[in-house]
């Protein structure tokens, strides 16, 4: 009986934190995307980097005020592999992850730099709060009419607006050269 229990216990406890990671790692086997029917790809966060950037200027959803984002990309194995490779246009399967911040900065921080490197200036910002996660999905015959690619926006696990998601394609128009894709493979320092 105690072992039953205990084992019990355990498979419990297993499920829980498993639960729990799956919540915690962005994971999700929510809602899917409007127009495109894309869901958020279990495993998102542990594929590779493939570039950072930053993004300033006004507001994107014209609430006012100074945008600050930082922003990363992240592929799976075959998009990262084809942008080693310099792969155009991209394969199926490909899916290009941009994860989207705002810019936060800490005067901890700036004051440790201070000290380090004095006379300097120095100040360094960081990714606060969650801003969005967006996927690009290349299926050549599926998403034929948007250039081979499907596209998802998620904020909070949640998919944005069938309007916002029409946006996406024309957004990406100008990089058609680039199989639709504004991102460059960052050189490894």
């Known amino acids: 009986m105690r072992r039953t229990v205990l084992v019990a216990v355990a498979v419990t406890a297993v499920a829980g934190f498993a639960a729990y990671m799956g919540s915690a790692s962005g994971q999700s086997n929510g809602d899917a995307a ?6 958020i790809p279990d495993g998102f966060r542990e594929w ?3 570039s950072v950037n930053q993004l300033t200027g ?14 990363a990309q992240l592929g799976n194995d075959l998009a ?5 490779d310099g792969t155009l ?6 899916i290009i992850a941009a994860l989207h911040w705002k810019e936060e900065s800490s005067d901890f921080d700036d004051q440790a730099l201070a000290i380090g490197f004095p006379g300097l200036g120095l100040q360094s910002s960081f990714a606060g709060s969650a801003v ?28 944005g607006s069938e309007a916002l998601h029409a946006k996406c394609f024309p957004c990406h128009q100008p990089a058609k050269d680039r199989d639709y894709v504004f991102t460059h ?3 490894t320092p």
Not at 58 to 67: H, N, P
């Open 34 to 39: 409007p127009i495109y029917g894309i869901k």
């Open 132 to 159: 969005n996660v967006q996927f690009m999905v290349k299926d050549s015959k599926k998403y034929a009419a948007s250039g081979g690619w499907g596209f998802a926006d998620f904020t909070h696990a949640k998919p």
């Open 185 to 187: 493979y960052a050189p």
């Open 80 to 84: 990262i592999k084809a942008f080693r």
């Open 48 to 50: 590779r980097l493939i």
């Open 89 to 94: 246009p991209f394969p199926d399967g490909a």
């Open 58 to 71: 006004k507001q994107l959803t014209g609430a006012g005020g100074e945008l600050r984002q930082l922003r």
